[in-house]
Each structure stands twice: as C-alpha cells, then as structure tokens.
C-alpha cells in the first residue's frame, strides 16, 4: 500500500516527519498533567511522543473494522415458583 507523504519526505507510518512533530506537538499540549505527580509529569509527555499516532485528534479519521461480527439476544428467563 502506498502512502501520500508531504514534499515526498520519508513517511512515519501515515503521517510524514513535518506532521509528526506538529502531531507530537499538538499532543503535549493537549494532555492535562497538572494533577499528576512529578514523576509522572516527566514520563508521560515522553510516552505520548512514542505512542502519538494512536491519539486522536479532531481532524484525524477514526479507523474501524467488520471483521468482527457479534449480536445480543434478549433472552426472557422465566422465575421457578
């Protein structure tokens, strides 16, 4: 599969290097930290920059699948008397 890169720079997974900072960016300041303690105040803004790409943000495209199919059924139980 072929992806669309911005100015045909190396692509990091969907996004190309110009996004993915501006992503990493966004993201940071989007992440509330000032109930946290500080030593995971330190932690977290590092692990959003590994895990960015799977943080939503409003103009991203939300993925789903239909591989998996499931149903409920409205099963009536009967009391013993």
């Known amino acids: 599969m072929k ?3 911005v100015h045909k720079v190396k692509c990091y ?3 190309s ?3 993915t900072v501006e992503r990493k960016r966004r993201i940071r300041e989007l992440i509330r930290t000032d109930h946290l303690v500080e030593t995971n105040k330190r932690v977290i803004p590092d ?4 895990y960015h790409n799977i943080f939503y ?3 991203n495209k939300l993925s789903h699948t239909d591989l998996v199919k499931y149903s ?3 099963l009536v ?3 013993a008397e």
């Open 72 to 74: 409920i059924s409205n």
């Open 3 to 5: 992806r669309n890169c």
């Open 17 to 19: 290097i110009e996004n």
């Open 77 to 79: 139980l009967e009391k």
């Open 47 to 50: 692990m959003s920059d590994v």
């Open 57 to 59: 943000l409003e103009e």
């Open 13 to 15: 997974g969907s996004y």
